[in-house]
């Protein structure tokens, strides 16, 4: 099913459906559990827009002959007016809203691909690798620099964060963003995720919730 963007109720949203801006390493703890080191600068990657897929539906996993396939949890920002060199005051302005989302990762294939130096677009940008939920208006939130959401696997907590445990910000990381590439209106910015990760298996039961917002439901299917 094509993919569009829409509201936490299931309304239509009308703005394009653009590239995902994805950033790595933005949580301290999820650096430590991947023994990775804290970077200068944001670490910067894309999925295309045909990663996108909405996650009430049910998630497909790739081949299990490309490895593990892992979830990771982020706070994804869709914008609304065009950013270029942006100042910190004017990004915070292009938001049109927060929703939740799964930067979907084949982490033995990514192992693999940093190991050589390789980009990483095989193990995070296949289709169907950005499962996203609806998205909450920006008007609705009282603090986007505080906010709390999480991911229950099998009613498990696999993952807890919150924004104000960000190594660069919302609006730093926007600016930051700008600088390199031009955000457009319909496109997404993944803020990165906190600890947790791990395979998904089939039949895996998904709970997303951005506290105090919206929770989301979605199922795990067999390999494709």
């Known amino acids: 099913m094509e993919y569009s963007h829409k509201t936490i109720n299931g309304q239509p949203i009308q703005l394009p459906v653009g590239k995902v801006v994805c950033v790595g390493r ?15 600068n944001p670490l910067l990657f894309m999925k295309p827009s045909t990663s996108l897929c909405d996650v009430n539906n049910p998630i497909s996993l ?31 302005n292009a938001i049109y809203g927060v929703g939740l989302a799964l930067d979907l990762t084949l982490r033995d294939l990514q192992s693999k691909l940093k190991s050589k130096g390789l980009p990483w ?30 991911l229950h696997i099998n009613q498990q907590l696999r993952q807890h964060g919150n924004t104000s445990l960000m190594i660069w910000n919302l609006a730093s990381l926007l600016s930051q963003i700008s600088e ?45």
């Not at 933005?26 to 200068?40: C, G, K, R, S, T």
């Open 26 to 40: 933005n949580y301290v703890d999820h650096v430590e559990e991947l023994a990775n080191e804290i970077p200068d």
């Open 62 to 92: 790739p081949p299990e002959t490309l490895g593990n396939c892992h979830n990771e949890l982020e706070v994804a920002i869709l914008m609304q007016s065009p950013l270029k060199n942006a100042s910190q005051a004017d990004c915070l």
């Open 121 to 150: 677009e095989r193990a995070k940008a296949f289709d169907g690798a950005c499962p996203m939920s609806g998205f909450v208006e920006v008007g609705e939130l009282a603090d986007l620099q505080s906010l709390d959401f999480s």
């Open 180 to 224: 390199v590439f031009t955000l457009l209106p319909g496109d997404i910015v993944l803020t990165g995720t906190p600890k947790g990760v791990g395979p998904l298996h089939p039949g895996d039961q998904l709970c997303l919730s951005l506290h105090e917002h919206f929770s989301v439901n979605s199922k795990v299917l067999v390999a494709t």
